[in-house]
């Protein structure tokens, strides 16, 4: 079955620690997308990326990175500097316009990451 | 401010019941999009229905109602005769030059 795949489904991230979100997908999508969602907020869009080895920033992108090696991975790094990493993180991808054309989005399960 | 509002937090409800989601959105731009998705507890949000400024046809799929009205700004979404399993988060989108989602509802449908 064509989808996205999120791991781990859980992660706790130490004092200092950078940590890294996986997101693959085999849906031949151009482009991706990391979003945070925080209890009682919306999505916010972290980073994006509409093509192998470019991506931009989203709404909040301070204290994370991202690369775009290839076509089907795009890797979320949470980095000591985001103070407050604590939320659900969803990986997303659409063929390539995105919600500009009215495309749909399509959405993996999440990582959940706390700090211990 | 916020772009995209969607006033309930919660609704519980008894399964048969119908249940209706608010959504009003605030846009200055006079073509847009507006999306809503379903976040089952497994997490990952699923498309539902999408609606351009220029259709304002509203839509029944299945136990899913849609109704856009532009004059005030409301892409509501109705469930009806609901199930336990339409239990998620619901969220409304607005694309303009950019994706905004609301904060989402909890529906939660007991038995």
């Known amino acids: 079955d064509g989808g996205i795949t999120q791991s781990p489904k859980y992660l706790f991230r130490k004092e200092g620690q950078n940590v890294t979100l996986s997101c693959e997908q085999n849906l031949n999508h151009d482009a991706m997308y990391w979003y945070r969602q925080d209890p009682g907020q919306g999505l916010r869009l972290i980073y994006y990326s509409q093509i192998v080895n470019d991506f931009q920033k989203g709404d909040i992108a301070e204290g994370y990175s991202v690369s775009r090696e290839k076509k089907e991975s795009f890797p979320l790094t949470v980095t000591s500097a985001q103070k407050n990493p604590t939320a659900f993180y969803l990986c997303?991808?659409?063929?390539?316009?995105?919600?500009?054309?009215?495309?749909?989005?399509?959405f993996g399960s999440g990582t959940q990451l706390s700090v211990l | 401010a916020q772009k995209v509002t969607q006033a309930q937090t919660e609704i519980s409800v008894v399964e048969k019941e119908d249940v209706t989601l608010d959504c009003v959105y605030e846009t200055r731009d006079t073509t847009y999009y507006l999306f809503w998705y379903k976040q089952p507890p497994s997490g990952e949000l699923v498309f539902l229905i999408r609606r351009n400024s220029f259709d304002e046809q509203n839509e029944i799929s299945g136990r899913y109602s849609w109704n856009f009205q532009k004059s005030t700004s409301s892409f509501n979404f109705t469930i009806t005769a609901s199930q336990v399993v339409d239990s998620a988060v619901y969220f409304c989108?607005?694309?303009?030059?950019?994706?905004?989602f609301g904060a989402g509802t909890t529906v939660t449908v007991r038995a």
């Open positions: 997303a991808s659409s063929t390539g316009q995105g919600a500009k054309s009215g495309e749909k989005l399509f």
């Open positions: 989108a607005l694309y303009d030059y950019k994706l905004s």
